[in-house]
Structure formats: C-alpha cells, structure tokens
C-alpha cells in the first residue's frame, strides 16, 4: 500500500454504522433532554458570567453583542453540519469519527488531537473562571483564601496555585468514571440552576439599563504602548475569536453518541436545541451587562456579579455567584466527557496504546483517560492564567469546525444516496459560510495561537508516523 493510500485509508460510513450497533463498550443511558442538557451545560459557563464583561472592557465595548453574533454565526453554520453527521454516524468520537470516515485516518487523527488539546484546556479554562467566582461568593460571607491558593502566578499578589480549580478538575473527573447516567443526572440538575440564574441576571438587570452605556456602541480604536490594538471593529473580531469559546460546546454531546438511547433521533435534535436556547440567553446578557454598567468597569474575575454588587443589589450579585458556582461545573463536566471519549475512540481505533480503550469493568465508563485527564487539567487549571488558557483552545476547534463543514460537501458529492436523519439545509452555502466565519475568526487570533498549534500538530504528527500509521486497526486489517 502506498503512502498516500495509507494517509487517505478510512472506514465506511455503512461500517461505522454497523459497529455502532454492535458495539457494546458503552451503556445507553442518555436521551434527548440529559444530551441537550450535556450541549447546554458545553455552551453556557464562562461565556455568560466571565468573558462576556471581560471582552467588552478590553476589546469590543459594548459591541461585544455583535462579536458574540459573529461567532455564534460561525457556531451555528457549523452546527447543522455536526447534526448531519450527528444522526448518520452515531460513533464516539464527535469530529474525530467523521473525518475519518470522509477525509481519512491522517486527518482523522489531526482532528482527534487536536480536540484532546482543546478540550482538556477548555476544562482548565472554565475551572479557572468557576474559581473565581466561588472566592467571590465565599467573600461575600466574610470566608477568604489565602492570598497563595486564590490564583495562578502572575495573577495577583502572593498567588501561587488556583487551588479551587485544581480541586474542581479533580472532583469532576472522579464523577465522570462513575455511572455516567449519574453524572448526567447532576449535570442537568446544574444546568436547571444556571439557566434560572441567567433569567435572573435578565430579568432584574433590564430594570437597570442606562442606554448612555451603550454610547459609543463601537468604541474608538485604542493602540497602547506595545502596539497591541482593541476597540475598534477589529476589537470586535477580536472579541469574536475568544467569545467563539463560549458559543461551541453542543459537539460535546455527540461524542456520547454510543450513550444515547436513540442516537439517529435525539442526537440532531439536541444540537440545535442546545445552540438555540444558549445563543439567546448569551445576547440577551451581552445586551444587560453592557447597560447596566460601562463596559470598562467589567474587566474582573466576577463580571457580571461585581456589577449589581455596584448597583447596591448586593442579593442579586450574591444569587449570580451562586448560580456561577453551580453551573460553570456542568461545564467542566461537558468537556471532559468529551475529551475522555475521544480519547477513548483514538485509543479504541489503534492510533493511540489499546490500554487506554478499557472502560470500567462495574461502571462502563472509560476510566483511564478520565483520570488522567483530571490529573492533567488540574495542573492546567492550577497554575495557568484564564487569559491564556482562553486563546490557547480557539484555533483547533475552529479547524475541527473547518473539515466537518467541508466534509458535509464532499460526502454530499460523494454518498448522495445515504440516508440522513438530518440534512443540512442550503448544501453548499451554510458549510461555506460555517468555513468562512471560522477562518475569519481564526485570523482574529494572537499569533502567539498559531505558533503553539503548531508544535502541537508538529507533535500528533511525530506521534502518528512513529505509532499509529502502523498500529491502527486498519493497517492491522490491510484495509
């Protein structure tokens, strides 16, 4: 077999099929409103009650709005790509599967990754925020931290170690590798809270709105000492870039795909309900937040609590800490079910050590990556800097976005005649648009960004043509 042949190798969709009904190296447990509540719980954390205020006070202004618009376009586009492949191939490992069973094992891999990356530090990420708003809410009652466990180095003075998030990825991933309706049942009894939580942030901050907040609605460009740009419209696509964290999170549901009792039907369902609803309560916050108080007020670890504290509505900030403290954890709880699935399909495919593919013997779940992967996003969450940890996951999501679009046309093209649960509607506009938003989007990163992408592909590389290229199922099978 020729190198190319080797590169391109790839399963059917008909096989894939077949091996998820086969397969019984999960339980289905989940149904429609558990995996909705799975995107829901992926999508709203800290986008609504960290970034949000962060990203008006340094890069957009109140205009913040239109970068959650632009991103959400991006998100959306691609999200009725995902529900496509969502109800045709009902595989664990979300992008990861569908690139393999359209584009090959090589970029299959690449996209598999690439996820791991981007949702461990995703998890990192949003533990980091989830930490924030605990101290600030055990502040409120007169509880503080030592100065050495509020925060990574850099951020503040003593700090030394998130501790409170370390904690969080720990606790999270022990959840995970026990039943995983278990967790699910948790996980959609937080998101309950969170979405009454962000009700009231819309429904009592509306009272409050000074439409003189929202004046200039796209602040002037501001360059400060070391060139570095916001304001603007190019802060606008800037705060696009990173706000887009916080409008994915509905493809984490579907690497639960071989968890969900009727894939084929709820899987698309739940990609679009999830989207709709979160897209909606995140404008409607963008809108509150930016006109209850000046944008440049909002650049704190508590955005959203510390602006009705401002406002003398010390009950309703206490109530959104609360609620922030409650549901930024179902989260973590998204994304790190998604990492250890994918994880779990690389390994299960041959790409990565089989021993990595065993689920639990008494509870079904794959309990080794799961681990590992709290060990790791504590370290992460521990002792990296939000800021960073936010940059650092765009650019491969969005290129996972990028070939799940393109894939949906090729395989249009290709396999017209697959049956579909869901069909992308305006083949070829919406993937074209979905690509388009996502290179825009991914021009509007740092270039800090590209570079540590790079040496992470630079490395899956290494990995792949010294291990799996010789190791994966297929090449075991002479496919």
Same mark, same amino acid.
């Given at each position: ?40 719980? $992926?999508?709203?954390? *800290?986008?609504?009650? =960290?970034? @949000?205020?962060?990203?008006? +006070? #340094?890069?957009?202004?109140?205009? &913040? ?90 951020? $503040?003075?003593?700090? *030394?170690?998130?501790? =409170?998030? @370390?904690?969080?990825?720990? +606790? #999270?991933?022990?959840?995970?590798? &026990? ?301």
């Amino acid at each position: 077999m020729g190198l190319f042949a080797q590169l391109t190798r790839h399963k059917t969709v008909e096989q894939l099929q077949s091996e998820a009904g086969a397969r019984g190296d999960f339980r289905r447990v989940l149904g429609l409103w558990q995996l909705t509540a799975i995107g829901i719980g $992926g999508i709203i954390g *800290v986008g609504v009650f =960290v970034l @949000a205020g962060q990203q008006a +006070a #340094v890069n957009a202004g109140p205009a &913040v709005v239109l970068s959650f618009l632009i991103a959400g376009a991006a998100g959306a586009a691609a999200a009725l790509c995902y529900a496509e492949f969502a109800g045709m191939i009902p595989v664990t490992g979300s992008a990861y599967t569908y690139g393999y069973a359209v584009l090959g094992e090589l970029v299959a891999w690449l996209i598999g990754w690439d996820l791991l990356l981007e949702y461990a530090l995703i998890v990192a990420a949003v533990a980091s925020g989830w930490a924030g708003y605990l101290i600030s809410l055990l502040g409120a009652f007169g509880i503080h931290l030592p100065a050495w466990a509020q925060g990574a180095p850099g951020t $503040g003075e003593g700090h *030394v170690v998130n501790l =409170v998030a @370390a904690l969080v990825a720990l +606790a #999270v991933a022990v959840l995970l590798t &026990v039943r995983t309706e278990w967790g699910a049942r948790f996980n959609t009894t937080i998101v309950a809270i969170k979405v009454i939580g962000v009700a009231l942030v819309i429904g009592v901050g509306v009272f409050y709105i000074d439409p003189a907040n929202w004046h200039p609605f796209v602040p002037a460009r501001i360059v400060d000492a070391q060139g570095v740009g916001h304001y603007g419209w190019m802060g606008v696509l800037g705060a696009a870039s990173v706000v887009f964290f916080a409008v994915f999170g509905y493809d984490t549901l579907t690497t639960a795909a071989e968890e969900a009792k009727n894939p084929q039907r709820d899987l698309p369902r739940a990609v679009l309900l999830s989207l709709g609803v979160s897209m909606t309560l995140y404008i409607a916050i963008a809108l509150v937040l930016t006109g209850i108080v000046h944008y440049s007020s909002l650049n704190n670890d508590a955005p959203v609590a510390n602006a009705f504290q401002a406002l003398g509505l010390r009950w309703v900030g206490a109530a959104i800490a609360a609620a922030a403290v409650a549901g930024i954890i179902s989260v973590v709880f998204a994304f790190m079910l998604a990492a250890a699935r994918i994880w779990f399909a690389l390994a299960r495919d041959g790409l990565l050590p089989a021993w990595f593919a065993k689920v639990h013997p008494r509870y079904g779940t794959p309990y080794r990556p799961t681990l590992l992967l709290g060990a790791a996003t504590a370290l992460a969450a521990g002792f990296l800097p939000i800021g960073e940890l936010a940059e650092l996951v765009n650019i491969g999501t969005l290129s996972a976005f990028i070939v799940i679009c393109g894939s949906v046309i090729v395989l249009r093209r290709r396999r017209p005649e697959l049956p579909r649960a869901f069909r992308t509607p305006w083949v070829p506009l919406v993937p074209l648009l979905g690509i388009g938003f996502s290179i825009a989007l991914i021009y509007g990163l740092p270039w800090i960004t590209y570079e540590r992408f790079v040496i992470w592909m630079a490395v899956g590389l290494v990995i792949y043509f010294g291990y799996g290229i010789r190791r994966s199922r297929l090449a075991r099978e002479g496919a």
